[in-house]
T-cell receptor, first 115, second 111 residues
């Protein structure tokens, strides 16, 4: 079946640094990918929709200058958390719709801890 | 704005008991509803997907029902096992493949 690869699985960084998370569709093309965030003991919240070849669409309350999204190819979307702070510590997960079906496939997630 | 609620938030049962997890949503204009399993610190595993025109889906010990008009879905897990311990999330899909998730039900099956 379709596979979405996400890495790194976890990252620890100092406050003020930038962190890049990659999401790849391994055996299918994805013109759209979705980025979600999950704080401890809370549910997943959609952050933004990544669109291949065009600007990402951000949900209300998500800072586009802080969470940079690039969807440079049909198989890769990246999320960069710029100048990360402890409040950005969260579980980030991407998903992509499989072609021809309505099912969404999820990456394995990235646990970000900002010290 | 769509809101998805899951009850109970946590559930602890002895091995062998059946599990009943509830999900409700406020806007019935959905394409489908999915149930996912999430293990701590890990990604999501899709368990069942119910199209808006369907009333239920079954896979092994899992059965999910959907009552779109009343905005409810129920996930049944028969003869629970310790390996079923996880967080179960329901999510409704609207236009554009966007999912709205519920808060999840944390399940613990005790041996």
């Amino acid at each position: 079946g379709a596979v979405v690869s996400q890495h790194p699985s976890w990252v620890i960084c100092k406050s003020g640094t930038s962190v890049k998370i990659e999401c790849r569709s391994l055996d299918f093309q994805a013109t759209t990918m979705f980025w979600y965030r999950q704080f401890p003991k809370q549910s997943l919240m959609l952050m933004a929709t990544s669109n291949e070849g065009s600007k990402a669409t951000y949900e209300q309350g998500v800072e586009k200058d802080k969470f940079l999204i690039n969807h440079a190819s049909l198989t890769l979307s990246t999320l960069t958390v710029t100048s990360a702070h402890p409040e950005d510590s969260s579980f980030y997960i991407c998903s992509a719709p499989g072609q021809g079906i309505e099912k969404l496939f999820f990456g394995s997630g990235t646990q970000l801890s900002v010290l | 704005k769509q809101e998805v609620t899951q009850i109970p938030a946590a559930l602890s049962v002895p091995e062998g008991e059946n599990l009943v997890l509830n999900c409700s949503f406020t806007d019935s204009a959905i394409y489908n509803l999915q149930w996912f399993r999430q293990d701590p610190g890990k990604g999501l595993t899709s368990l069942l997907l119910i199209q808006s025109s369907q009333r239920e889906q079954t896979s092994g010990r899992l059965n999910a029902s959907l009552d779109k008009s009343s905005g409810r879905s129920t996930l049944y897990i028969a003869a629970s096992q310790p390996g079923d311990s996880a967080t179960y999330l329901c999510a409704v899909e609207a236009a554009g493949n966007k999912l709205t998730f519920g808060g999840g039900t944390r399940v613990l099956v005790k041996p």
